[in-house]
Antibody, heavy 121, light 112 residues
Framework: QVQLQESGPGLVKPSETLSLTCAVSGYSISSGYYWGWIRQPPGKGLEWIGSIYHSGSTYYNPSLKSRVTISVDTSKNQFSLKLSSVTAADTAVYYC??????????????WGQGTLVTVSS | QSALTQPASVSGSPGQSITISCTGTSSDVGSYNLVSWYQQHPGKAPKLMIYEGSKRPSGVSNRFSGSKSGNTASLTISGLQAEDEADYYCCSYAGSSTFNVVFGGGTKLTVL
């Protein structure tokens, strides 16, 4: 049973960097798949932030690319998100998920429970 | 890349069938890319319901089915049940010159 768990501060000040970690259990990140971050502002829809392959290759949402860094630590079986220069618009529930990408399709099959990050002074 | 277009809300009575549309462009839904669909109950994480356009993960009821025509993908739920009331999102790979993934705006399903 693949399980993902997000962790990190629930409150971040404007202009600072949001940092979250996703711990994976029941599956070794080194075995394959992409691993992604998705966010959902309160009362709004889902937005893909970016994904990382177990080898370290990264792909980011073009609209967030300048502020996002995703990294992986295979020794701890976890991956992390950093989002810099945050504003109130970055307030959202942040989810991590296992991300399958094939030639014809993409999907997120296992999700963490999500963690609310509020940007406020 | 813009989000995929979904109706804001749909409704149906128990036992009926409903269809949720997801309209994109020739760069995402309309290309060879196959859509995935997610169900989200309030306060919960999304759950994968359909992948690669029409396939169901293990454990998902066969009342859920997916299809595509041109630039529009569809999710059909037959034999509506009270527990189907939730938000539904479509998702597609949207890369042309760059890797990108887009979601639809979401559809609120109400079971009357």
């Amino acid at each position: 049973q693949v399980q993902l768990q997000e962790s990190g501060p629930g409150l971040v000040k404007p202009s600072e960097t949001l940092s979250l970690t996703c711990a994976v259990s029941g599956y070794s990140i080194s075995s394959g798949y992409y691993w992604g971050w998705i966010r959902q502002p309160p009362g709004k829809g889902l937005e893909w932030i970016g994904s990382i392959y177990h080898s370290g290759s990264t792909y980011y949402n073009p609209s967030l690319k300048s502020r996002v860094t995703i990294s992986v630590d295979t020794s701890k079986n976890q991956f992390s998100l950093k989002l810099s220069s945050v504003t109130a618009a970055d307030t959202a529930v942040y989810y991590c998920a296992r991300h399958l990408v094939v030639v014809t399709a993409t999907n997120f099959d296992y999700w963490g429970q999500g963690t609310l990050v509020t940007v406020s002074s | 890349q813009s989000a995929l277009t979904q109706p804001a809300s749909v409704s149906g009575s128990p036992g009926q069938s409903i269809t949720i549309s997801c309209t994109g462009t020739s760069s995402d839904v309309g290309s060879y890319n196959l859509v995935s669909w997610y169900q989200q109950h309030p306060g919960k994480a999304p759950k994968l319901m359909i992948y690669e356009g029409s396939k169901r993960p293990s454990g998902v009821s066969n009342r859920f089915s997916g299809s595509k025509s041109g630039n529009t993908a569809s999710l059909t739920i037959s034999g509506l049940q009270a527990e189907d009331e939730a938000d539904y999102y479509c998702c597609s790979y949207a890369g042309s010159s760059t890797f990108n993934v887009v979601f639809g705006g979401g559809t609120k399903l109400t079971v009357l």
